[in-house]
């Protein structure tokens, strides 16, 4: 099984502080790598995807990905308490015959007012 | 609307009965998942299909089959051999490429009564 570790939390950070989320993974030859949220009931959402090393910015999020040390994580700017929410780490996989997307267990955030 | 549908939202079932859960998508993509989410954890892969008429097993596929007859479904069922199947259920679908992001539907909760 390929790991994709990630720390369950909570992590609660008070609104309009920086919000830090990260994602470990075994897989030397994981290529492509996605950040989602998922609200209590609900499904998962897309929030962000990184495919090469380095840093993505969308919006207030910015995606972080370091192929070395096999890590990758998220970082969420003022943050808000409608961002409170379970974030799942996921990557993508190349097997014999195709593509496995794995999930860590996710980070649950507050952001408190 | 495009998207990827899910039925039914939810789903009861009595011990030892065999049930089917729905995934339909219209967006024209080759690959689909499954997916087993239990109370506080992350997504755990069922099966996998990246064409019509083939799948592959993912980490928990005991108690569970699968068909991928037509590109648009891949129905799962849940045996009576799944001893604990209570559970969120999710099916996703990507394109068969690398760098592009899985799309999920709004889930089944199933429950053994």
């Known amino acids: 099984q390929k790991e994709v570790e990630q720390n369950s939390g909570p992590l609660s950070v008070p609104e309009g502080a920086i919000a830090s989320l990260n994602c470990t993974y075994s897989?030397?030859?994981?290529?492509?790598f996605f950040w989602y949220r998922q609200y209590s009931g609900k499904s998962p959402e897309l929030i962000m995807s990184?495919?090469?090393?380095g840093d993505k910015e969308d919006g207030r999020f910015t995606a972080q990905l370091n192929k070395a040390s096999q890590y990758v994580s998220l970082l969420i700017r003022d943050s808000q308490p409608s961002d409170s929410a379970t974030y799942l780490c996921?990557?993508?996989?190349?097997?014999?015959?195709?593509?496995?997307?794995?999930f860590g267990k996710g980070t649950s955030l507050l952001v408190t007012p | 609307d495009g998207g990827i549908t899910q039925s039914p939202k939810y789903l009861f079932r009595k011990e030892g009965q065999n049930v089917t859960l729905s995934c339909e998508q219209n967006?024209?993509?080759?690959?689909m998942y499954w997916y087993r989410q239990d109370p506080g954890q992350g997504l755990r892969l069922i099966y996998y299909s990246q064409i019509v008429n083939d799948f592959q097993k993912g980490d928990i596929a005991e108690g569970y089959s699968v068909s991928r007859e037509k590109k648009e479904s891949f129905p799962l069922t849940v045996t009576s051999a799944q001893k604990n199947p209570t559970a969120f259920y999710l099916c996703?679908?990507?394109?068969?490429?690398?760098?592009?992001?899985?799309?999920f539907g709004q889930g089944t909760r199933l429950t053994v009564v």
């Open positions: 897989d030397r030859v994981s290529q492509s």
């Open positions: 996921a990557v993508l996989v190349a097997e014999d015959s195709g593509y496995a997307l794995n």
């Open positions: 967006l024209n993509h080759d690959a």
């Open positions: 996703a679908s990507k394109q068969n490429l690398q760098n592009t992001e899985a799309f």
């Open positions: 990184i495919y090469s090393n």
